[in-house]
């Protein structure tokens, strides 16, 4: 399920539950929903980071599509 909310007046994507079981999955036993917005928000804004740098790596390549291995280059590059 979806939970869409208003976060500096745009509407986040990402959905809230997979967000809250991974935060329980690292040991929390209860979690508010702040801090799932909070993380949620974060996560939204390195993915969109990592894709805007997918889709530069996709149009110097004279391609429409952003692969695989365009975000596995951007990644590489940020673990470094």
Do not use: W
């Not at 508010?32 to 917005?37: L, T």
């Not at 390195?46 to 110097?60: G, M, N, P, Q």
């Amino acid at each position: 399920m979806f939970h869409m909310f208003i976060n500096n007046g745009e509407t986040m994507e990402l959905p809230m539950a997979p967000i809250e079981r991974l935060i329980k999955r690292a040991g929390a036993e209860r979690v508010s929903d702040g801090a799932v917005e909070e993380l949620a928000d974060y996560l939204e804004e390195e993915v969109i980071k990592i894709a805007s740098s997918a889709i530069k790596l996709s149009k110097h390549a004279s391609r429409k599509t952003v692969t695989r291995e365009d975000i596995k280059l951007v990644l590489s590059a940020i673990k470094r």
